[in-house]
């Protein structure tokens, strides 16, 4: 087997002294959806920003098409075609859709053509965002917002798309739309997903595999459907939390 | 008011009552007692009843006038209770008044040919308008709050004042070095604070610009300290001297010399940097350096994760607000002949950015009606005397409360779809999203 796209190996990181990440282990492979289920504080959110390079990892290694990207700057990474949907959206407020998915592409440094293309892309994906082209982010919904989000991450024409919660606050049609267009993307465009996400049934049937996170450390691995299976995954993350 | 029908008048009676009883405590000591030294030396006192009452009464009545108006137009939803008619021909006016603005701009110096007064206001205001838009560079586009851009004024205004002085360069090549130094002195105070934000990188802007003048003051040999740089060098017209003598340009074109000439080249000269900075900026801002400025106002960690370089992104925001911050100090040094410290004083960073914020942030319209405004203001209240400040004060809270945005609050994109991308209406209906 070719070697994964990305491979995080025994990484730590720490905010002051309270360690987020104990030591993980992490392989995604080209083409694949990866899903990161976990409780609140589990650790999920610092890996995925951890890859990005805040906070920087304390130990460990992250390996990008088998080079080591663990100290390479933030907006660097960018560069190297990974996309990232933050949590919590993060679209500009005050810039208007067609604006927020140009800042996507501005930094890659795309042809105009290239660009276009994306954009069609994007527009096809989510038609609510040619709607809405040149109203301004901050007034869309928040499942717009989420769209748009993921749309400004696409504009990167990136490799591996990493998604934080992007059914965060999201009607539960909504976040199915945007369930379903993060596999058309995997599916037709080949693209490379690392999903982090509280809502497990979703995220665990939308995977090839996933990972659970405890406490910073992974506990569990395998496929969606092998996971979804499994009793004190049910019993954690899908049946309301109760135990035993 | 249809909402609370009810209520309003008993409202509006109770918070004109408690702004009266504020009133009243505050003006007890601060007016009601006057106390003076007597002839002895010893305090002397007496009590005004008069003026107390008559401030508080105002102060009732303003408070109930206040309130009316509040209910009756609101606070910020004024749109939605105008007419359409003239909603839409305010919407004329403003697709106009940029232009028209310009052209009567450039008339200026034909139609007050003779009056010298207001071609000095004209200068004033324009100088202002300049330091306006390239604060908002930094402050409207970018986001980054700088209390301390009087200190690159100060830069510009000394960089140009000590080349001419002590070599002899000539304006025209000073011109570019001051906004150049400037821009240096942007950088140098954009490292430091390329990870504060909001209050905090205020506080540092606002040291810095004290740093500066601070340093001026006391640098005696190469600043002249409080006594200031005297002996400026006028701007020439390319070598061209405008004065009485035999190679002026009075004397060159054959028409009799009047000092008027060198204002209204004074005028022209700052109407061109000014609409260079304007052109300059609303260049930048369709550039992805200009869209990355305003990303960063809105959310610096979004825009690290879409690879932007934020440190270069600071800088240069800085360093360009501060090169025409640099230019215009350039043109203040040779228009007053003689600067010293006391020209750059904390209060002209608060102006500037007071104007900013007031005529909208990141609007270039705004910031040159803002200007125009305030400095036109300060001078129309001058009959007011001692009560100018308050009645421009009061001016200024009002129209924070009816236009909370700034004059000019819209924001027009930069980004429009290049063509109209073919996607057939049926997909757009299927209610993706």
Same mark, same amino acid.
């Given at each position: 087997?070719?070697?994964p ?5 025994? /990484? ?50 992250? /390996?990008?098409? %088998? ?14 075609? *990974?996309a ?34 994306? /954009? ?9 965002l ?7 982010g901050?007034?869309?919904s ?7 989000? *993921? %749309? ?9 798309? /990493? ?26 465009? %080949? ?24 406490n ?29 | 008011m ?10 509006? +009676? ?9 009133a ?12 003076? $030294? ?14 107390? $009452?008559?401030?508080?009464?105002v102060?009732?009545?303003? =408070?109930?006038? #206040?309130?009316?108006l ?17 909603? =839409? ?22 139609i ?5 007064? !207001? ?6 205001? @324009?100088? &202002? ?7 908002n560079?930094?402050v ?8 301390? &851009? ?12 000590l @080349? ?16 150049i ?15 504060l ?13 004290? !740093? ?27 070598? #061209? ?5 035999d ?10 010399y ?8 004074l ?9 260079l900075?304007?052109?300059?900026? !609303? ?22 994760? +879409? ?16 090169m025409?911050?640099?230019?215009a ?13 006391? =020209? ?14 007031l ?10 009606l803002?200007?125009?405004?305030? !400095?036109?203001?300060?001078?129309l209240?001058?009959g @007011? ?7 421009f ?22 980004? &429009? @779809? ?6 057939? =209406? ?8």
């Open positions: 087997m070719t070697s796209l990305l491979a995080i190996r025994s /990484l730590r990181a720490a905010y002051g002294k309270i360690e987020a990440l104990k030591g993980v282990d992490v392989e995604i492979n080209a083409g694949e959806i990866v899903a990161l289920i976990g409780a609140n504080g589990a650790g999920k959110s610092t890996l995925m920003m951890t890859i990005f390079g805040k906070p920087r990892a304390r130990a460990g290694q992250i /390996l990008y098409e %088998g080079r080591d990207i663990t100290d390479v700057p933030t907006h660097a990474i960018a560069h190297l075609r *990974i990232q949907s933050p949590e919590g959206r993060r679209i500009f407020p005050r810039m208007s859709v067609a604006e927020n998915l140009q800042m996507g592409a501005d930094a890659t440094g795309c042809t105009e053509a290239e660009r276009d293309a994306t /954009l069609e892309r994007v527009f096809t994906l989510f038609p609510r040619k709607e809405r082209y040149a109203q301004r901050g007034t869309l928040g499942g717009e917002q989420q769209m748009l989000a *993921i %749309g400004r991450a696409l504009m990167s024409r990136p490799r591996l798309l /990493l998604l934080d919660e992007p059914s965060l606050g999201l009607a539960p049609l909504i976040a199915r739309q945007i369930f379903d267009a993060i596999r058309t993307l995997n599916r037709q465009d %080949g693209l490379t997903v690392l999903i982090v996400e509280q809502n497990a049934n979703h995220a665990l049937k939308l995977a090839h595999r996933g990972y659970v996170m405890v910073g450390l992974i506990t569990l691995a395998g496929t969606g459907a092998e996971l979804l299976q499994r009793a004190e995954i049910r019993a954690a993350y899908l049946e309301g939390g109760r135990h035993g | 249809p909402a609370k029908p009810t209520t309003g008048i008993l409202s509006i +009676l109770k918070t004109a009552v408690v702004n009266a009883l504020i009243l405590v505050l003006f007890s000591l601060m007016v009601g007692i006057r106390t003076e $030294a007597g002839s002895d030396g010893q305090l002397t006192y007496w009590m005004r009843f008069g003026e107390l $009452a008559s401030l508080v009464a102060v009732f009545g303003g =408070s109930i006038v #206040i309130e009316l509040r209910q009756w137009i609101g606070p910020s939803g004024t749109e939605k209770l105008v007419p359409p008619a003239v909603q =839409s021909g305010m919407a004329f006016v403003g697709r106009f008044l940029a232009p028209a603005l310009l052209i009567f701009a450039l008339l200026v110096p034909v007050f040919y003779n009056q010298r007064y !207001i071609l000095d206001l004209a200068i004033l205001v @324009l100088t &202002y308008v300049m330091l306006g838009w390239g604060l560079v930094v409207g586009l970018a986001g980054l709050l700088d209390l301390g &851009y009087v200190a690159f004024y100060a830069v510009g205004a000394y960089s140009y004042a @080349l001419a002085t002590n070599f002899d360069w000539s304006f025209w090549i000073c011109l570019p070095l001051a906004g130094l400037a821009a240096l002195w942007g950088v140098m105070l954009g490292f430091p604070v390329l990870r934000r909001g209050d905090y990188l205020a506080i540092v802007t606002l040291a810095f610009g004290e !740093i500066i003048r601070l340093v001026i003051i006391n640098w005696q040999e190469l600043t002249g300290g409080p006594n200031g740089v005297p002996g400026i060098p006028r701007p020439t017209l390319f070598g #061209i001297p405008l004065d009485n003598s190679d002026g340009l009075a004397a060159r074109l054959g028409i009799e009047s000092p008027t000439h060198r204002i209204v080249f005028f022209y000269l700052i109407l061109a940097l000014a609409l900075t304007n052109w300059v900026t !609303i260049r930048l801002r369709r550039l992805p350096i200009g869209r990355a400025w305003e990303a960063l106002r809105e959310d610096e960690v979004a825009c690290r994760a +879409l690879g932007i370089n934020t440190t270069t992104t600071k800088l240069t925001a800085f360093a360009t607000g501060a025409f911050g640099g230019l100090g350039a043109f203040f040094a040779t228009r007053q002949g003689f600067i010293s410290p006391e =020209s750059f004083t904390f209060q002209e960073s608060a102006l500037v950015l007071a104007i900013v914020v005529g909208g942030m990141g609007s270039q319209l705004g910031v040159a803002a200007a125009l405004t305030m !400095i036109g203001g300060f001078e209240f001058r @007011l005397e001692t009560y100018r400040m308050l009645v004060g009061m001016a200024m809270v009002l129209i924070m409360i009816w236009r909370p945005r700034g004059l000019i609050g819209h924001r027009a994109p930069t980004v &429009y @779809l290049t063509k109209a991308k073919a996607i057939s =209406s049926d997909l757009v209906k299927e209610g993706h999203g």
